[in-house]
């Protein structure tokens, strides 16, 4: 008697943890979770060093322009 393993069932999960769709999520997770270290670090000066913070900045920064660029191309085309 075999056992059926959950991607044997289904051959496109595996594919579904490298999808685009969740990438962004994954990006998104992060994203917020900067936000809330970037507000904690603003709530307690001198805590965090500034290169510290400006790093977690950039990263943010480079998180949405990621974001916003998949979002672009998983948007459907709309005719010109």
């Known amino acids: 008697m075999s ?4 991607s044997d069932a289904n051959p496109s999960a595996a594919m579904d943890l490298h999808s685009p769709q969740r990438q962004l999520i994954e990006w998104q997770i992060e994203h917020a979770d900067l936000d809330a270290l970037i507000d904690q670090a603003a ?3 001198g805590h965090l060093d ?3 913070l400006r790093r977690m900045k950039k990263r943010r920064l480079a998180l949405r322009d990621q974001m916003a660029s ?3 191309q998983l948007a ?3 005719p010109a």
């Open 3 to 6: 056992v059926d393993k959950p």
């Open 43 to 45: 709530a307690a000066p």
């Open 50 to 52: 500034e290169l510290r």
């Open 70 to 72: 998949l979002q672009a």
């Open 76 to 78: 459907p085309k709309e």
